[in-house]
């Protein structure tokens, strides 16, 4: 992964944020006192994007931790809704309290539980969505995908973050022993992404290595 682009676009974004509201720097704030990780700056600019381009009207996002990524999408695209799932009660509590702070809250619904568990639920009550986002346990995600195909409308996106994982998916030469294996998990889960007959996937070298996928 190229690092210095990476880093000249975060660069560029905090140089430009001044037009930003205040609620942004407050949440990734409180995400970096509670050590919560949250999308990087550029990784979160061009889910952002991608997101304007293609306007989904409803959207699955696996991983809320305390909301930011939720309340990001929800302010570039109000008319949405966002259902959000998170297994940690204390990032879930975080959440239900900034969300509701931000006066929102029926375009959301927060759910407390595993994502595998709650997916299942979802596709016996034969849910669907215009969008997933992926962005929990990395050692899991073809997991997550395969329950996020049957919940996605054809048309739609999967967009996945941390697919690049700081570089180590790319060049696993130096890997540190502990995450040697998620490394593995995620070289396996971006062939499949490219493998898969049923979606055109890209990923782009932002943030934590983002992937988008498009279903036919
Ligand atoms: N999307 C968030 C953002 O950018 O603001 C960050 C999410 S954080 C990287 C990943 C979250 O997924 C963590 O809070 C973790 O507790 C949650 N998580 C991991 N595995 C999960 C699972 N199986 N079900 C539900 N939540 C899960």
């Known amino acids: 992964m190229n690092i210095e682009s990476n880093q000249y676009i975060d660069r560029l974004l905090q140089k430009h944020s001044s037009h930003l509201p205040e609620w942004i720097d407050k949440l990734e704030q409180e995400a970096k006192s509670k050590h919560v990780p949250i999308m990087e700056q550029s ?3 061009y889910l952002l994007q991608i997101l304007r ?3 989904p009207k409803s959207i699955l ?3 809320t931790a305390i909301g930011y990524s939720a309340l990001r999408m929800h302010d570039v695209l109000p008319e949405a809704f966002i259902t959000t799932i998170e297994r940690d009660e204390e990032r879930f509590k975080r959440a239900v309290a900034n969300v509701s702070d931000f006066g929102v809250y029926e375009q ?3 759910i407390l539980g595993d994502a595998h568990v709650e997916m299942d639920k979802m596709i016996n009550e034969q849910i669907l969505f215009d969008c997933v986002f992926i962005d929990a346990s ?3 995600y073809e997991k997550f995908f395969e329950a996020a195909d049957v919940l996605l409308k054809p048309g739609g996106i999967i967009i996945t973050d941390n ?3 700081r570089g180590y998916v790319i060049d696993d030469s130096d890997v540190p022993k502990r995450y040697a294996n998620m490394v593995k998990k995620l ?3 971006n062939d499949m992404l490219f493998e898969n007959p049923s979606y055109i996937s890209n990923i782009v070298p932002v943030g934590d290595g983002v992937a988008i996928s498009i279903k036919q």
Request: glycine share 14%.
């Open 108 to 110: 959301f619904e927060l």
């Open 43 to 45: 990784g979160i600019a």
């Open 163 to 165: 697919v690049l994982f």
């Open 138 to 140: 990395k050692g899991q």
């Open 53 to 55: 381009l293609h306007q």
């Open 61 to 63: 996002e696996v991983g």
């Open 187 to 189: 070289q396996r889960y």
